[in-house]
């Protein structure tokens, strides 16, 4: 009887997985297993929210196996120790994974891979997470891209591949010692924040319900924080419950029905998850990214300390309503709106000069769809410092931003209550001096034309 370990890490689906579906075309039996980390209250990569739907998706992934005649083993440790353990107990003869699009994954695979030659087992690391991996795509002169335009026109020319098949049968020996699956207790963490339903199957609702229908309005409403106009498939993406082959392979078969005018929107969606890849290949070929600005003329800027100026941006009282109602729907909910990440984490840096880093790190602990590469190649395009970046001297206005994408005020009063009088328009210039808004709502914090000037020099210099 052949014998596979499948190590499920951000791949949490039995549709489409490269590794899982690998395992079962070569072993006869299979065990499924996830690795639960152990640290304990904080961290400073993840938090609450991203815990929760990771216990939620893993509860999912169990109940899956399950009707497929399979069970989720569950153990915890470091990767490389754990599985070990779990290789000597069952004999399992061969290793597979899905690789990771970030640094401290791939350190864990070099850890993994070492550990399965001593002990003699066969290990095969898949390529799924993207669909042309990390270091496929390179310009004419064989180096990687820095700008998005070229990568994007180099991705969309390469053939791409289809989405794998579903597990119909898995069978997993018996009496494999397993931990229960965890809660939020495991890492001594509570949850604040009201989440999407994880899982798979959920995950594919909400794929569906937007290809449906609001894909072919994407380009005109996915800027517009209070419509429900994007697809909402981030924090599927980032924990695997969706293949980006199956999305990608959904969006062709609506192009194909589709409009002139509805294929353009499905071409702007597309060249969002293009966004994505771009991000993964900027990290896998220059790690350096989470330790400093991409652009070395900017890795000595004079950052302002993050003292209480930067505790009122987290928790949405910084009196710029645009930038609170944002800050506060990413404490309320674990998520926030393309448009405004963009207006708060400019504002972060160009409004209180605090380094782009504290945002990425507060980020990285609110957001469940906390994607290392995306949220670093977010941040640094927003401090102007990124591969692709916005030019340092491009400074959002948050009150012509909320003029543009929130006219009438909805968005803000949907994540500040005590504005909900305050009418739409008023919202979208700065009170009159000294002035609140209203008595419970702060005054804004800075005045935005004396911050711009102070950034405009910091750079400058
Ligand atoms: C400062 C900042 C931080 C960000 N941090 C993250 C993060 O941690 N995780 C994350 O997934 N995205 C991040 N983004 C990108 C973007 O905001 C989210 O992907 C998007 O808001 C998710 O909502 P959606 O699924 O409805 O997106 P849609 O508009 O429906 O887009 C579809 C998918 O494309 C991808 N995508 C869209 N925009 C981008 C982008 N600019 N960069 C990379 N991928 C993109 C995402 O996977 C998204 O789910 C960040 C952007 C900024 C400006």
New binding site residues.
């Given amino acids: 009887m052949t014998l596979a370990l499948h190590w499920f890490r951000r791949d949490l689906r039995l549709t489409d997985n490269t590794s899982l579906n690998a395992a079962l075309a070569q072993s006869e039996q299979v065990i499924p297993v996830y690795i639960l980390s152990t640290w304990k209250n904080s961290h400073g990569w993840t938090g609450a929210p991203r815990q929760e739907f990771l216990c939620g998706c893993l509860e999912s992934l169990a109940r899956d196996l399950q009707s497929k005649g399979g069970r989720l083993i569950v153990r915890q440790g470091q990767a490389d120790a754990a599985l070990e353990e779990l290789l000597r107990e069952t004999g399992a003869t061969s290793l597979h994974f899905n690789r990771d699009p970030d640094p401290f994954g791939w350190e864990m695979e070099k850890r993994v891979e070492a550990m399965a030659r001593r002990l003699g087992v066969k290990v095969h690391a898949h390529a799924d997470a993207a669909i042309h991996e990390r270091e496929v795509l390179l310009s004419g002169a064989g180096t990687p891209f820095r700008i998005f335009t070229p990568y994007s026109k180099a991705w969309l020319k390469l053939p791409k591949p289809g989405p794998g098949r579903s597990v119909s049968r898995i069978a997993t020996p018996a009496n494999i010692p397993s931990l229960d699956l965890p809660t939020l207790a495991h890492w001594g963490l509570q949850s604040d924040a009201s989440i999407l339903k994880p899982g798979e199957a959920a995950a594919r609702d909400r794929l569906c319900r937007?290809v449906d229908g609001p894909i072919f309005s994407?380009q005109e409403k996915?800027d517009l924080p209070s419509q429900a106009a994007?697809?909402?498939?981030?924090q599927?993406?980032?924990h695997g419950l969706l293949s980006i082959r199956e999305i990608y392979a959904r969006c062709e078969q609506a192009a194909a029905g589709a409009s002139m005018e509805g294929r353009r929107n499905l071409q702007v969606?597309v060249s969002?998850?293009i966004?994505?890849e771009?991000?993964f290949q900027v990290l896998w070929h220059w790690p350096e990214v989470l330790e400093h600005e991409f652009q070395p003329k900017f890795r000595n800027l004079a950052w302002s300390e993050p003292g209480t100026a930067f505790e009122a941006w987290c928790a949405g009282q910084t009196g710029f309503p645009i930038v609170d109602a944002g800050m506060r729907e990413l404490l309320a909910t674990g998520?926030?709106?393309?448009r405004v990440?963009?207006i708060?984490?400019m504002f972060l840096v160009k409004d209180l000069h605090v380094s782009w880093k504290h945002?990425e790190r507060w980020?990285?602990q609110r957001?469940v769809?906390?994607?290392?590469a995306?949220?670093n190649?977010?941040?640094q395009?927003?401090a102007g410092t990124g591969t692709d970046a916005a030019p340092y001297f491009r400074i959002q206005n948050p009150w012509s931003q909320t003029l543009r994408f929130d006219p009438e005020g909805t968005y803000i009063k949907q994540w500040i209550p005590e504005l909900r009088d305050v009418p739409g328009k008023k919202l979208a210039q700065p009170p009159t001096p000294g002035l609140r808004f209203v008595k419970s709502y702060p005054l804004p914090l800075v005045d935005h034309a004396i911050e711009r000037d102070k950034t405009l020099a910091l750079y400058r210099q």
């Fill in positions: 937007f994407y996915r994007t697809s909402r498939i981030s599927d993406l980032r969606y969002e998850l966004w994505r771009f991000y998520f926030m709106h393309n990440r963009m708060t984490a945002g980020f990285m957001l769809d906390g994607e290392i995306s949220n190649g977010g941040w395009w927003s």
